[in-house]
């Protein structure tokens, strides 16, 4: 097999292995702490920071018009109309603008 079959297959046995052994960390316990399920909550934010920060310090007037009307969005919807309204108005000005 090539590198890149075994970079990927790595990839996936680490990424079960640290999805299972949060499992049965917190299985372990009968109550989890309001502090680390406050942290808990706070990861998908702060993932989807790490992959806004960079498109935002680096855009150009595409990705800052998607991303200005992907927050007005998330003022009123959800996450995946956000997503997927920002996704759509990123294509069509790409498209536009060239």
């Known amino acids: 097999m090539s590198t890149t079959v075994w970079i990927i297959l790595a990839g996936a046995v680490m990424t079960y292995l640290t999805r299972i052994g949060g499992h049965l960390?917190?299985?372990?316990f009968e109550r989890i702490h309001p502090r680390v399920e406050a942290g808990l909550n706070a990861v998908p934010a702060a993932v989807l920071t790490t992959l806004v920060?960079?498109?935002a310090?680096?855009?150009g007037s595409a990705?800052?018009?998607a991303l200005l009307v992907a927050g007005l969005v998330s003022l009123r919807a959800g996450m995946m109309p956000m997503f997927l309204t920002g996704a759509a108005v990123l294509i069509a000005l790409r498209q536009v603008m060239g």
Do not use: N
């Not at 960390?25 to 372990?28: G, K, M, N």
């Open 25 to 28: 960390v917190l299985s372990r």
């Open 53 to 55: 920060a960079p498109a």
């Open 57 to 59: 310090v680096s855009a």
């Open 63 to 65: 990705e800052m018009i």
